[in-house]
């Protein structure tokens, strides 16, 4: 039986791997490793949700199941926001805070099953949620957002349509009361809602 992602302490034999991508523009250079989500290359989905982001200097950033950091990463180097990484995976922590350091990008970075060590407020949210941990956790995500955010602030999640982009965007509504598809592109959905 292969381990998940989302386990806390994946036990699977190390493998580690480098890999140097371009995303938005910028060259970023990630060690990722089993156990992890989407070790061989930063996935599809991840790569659109980043091409549909415009985010505020200065402004602060929750990337909430981060892997090993490459969207909450990524976004604090182009954008110059102040990042927090947050997933259960500590071997996936041990990697954000390597490649944190390797992009030169000052990162706040801890373990945390969803928001449950979270305090404070951000200005934005994003997520690639786990979806083989299921949609009790992916609602959780977009439910426990709103605490979280500032008035004013943005859940961003990346999900495939065949995954469950319906009833994630009727949740967002429920919960916030909006709910936009800022992108689609192969089946992927980016789905955005605003703290109003």
Same mark, same amino acid.
């Given at each position: 039986m292969s381990?998940?992602?989302?386990e806390k302490n994946p036990s699977?034999?190390?493998?580690?791997h480098e890999l140097r991508v371009r995303l938005l523009d910028t060259y970023m250079t990630? %060690? *990722?490793? #089993?156990g992890v989500f989407s070790k061989k290359m930063v996935d599809y989905g991840s790569q659109v949700l980043l091409?549909? &982001?415009?985010?505020?200097?200065?402004?602060?950033?929750l990337d909430v199941g981060c892997g090993y950091g490459p969207l909450g %990463? *990524?976004? #604090?180097?182009?954008?110059?926001?102040?990042?927090t990484l947050i997933d259960i995976n500590s071997r996936a922590?041990? &990697?954000?805070?390597k490649n944190a350091e390797k992009n030169g990008v000052p990162a706040t970075i801890f373990q945390s099953?969803?928001?449950?060590?979270?305090?404070?407020?951000f200005d934005y949210i994003i997520s690639n949620p786990p979806i083989r941990a299921g949609k009790e956790v992916v609602h959780e995500v977009i439910s426990g957002a709103h605490a979280y955010l500032v008035d004013g602030g943005t859940l961003t999640i990346v999900i495939q349509k065949k995954q469950g982009a319906p009833s994630?965007?009727?949740k967002m509504e429920e919960v916030f009361g909006n709910c936009q598809i800022k992108k689609k592109d192969k089946g992927y959905y980016i789905l955005e809602s605003v703290k109003e």
């Open positions: 381990e998940m992602y989302y699977t034999a190390h493998d580690i990630f %060690l *990722t490793d #089993a091409q549909s &982001l415009e985010l505020e200097t200065g402004k602060t950033l %990463l *990524t976004l #604090a180097k182009v954008f110059n926001v102040d990042v922590l041990e &990697l954000a805070e099953n969803i928001y449950e060590n979270v305090s404070g407020n994630a965007k009727t």
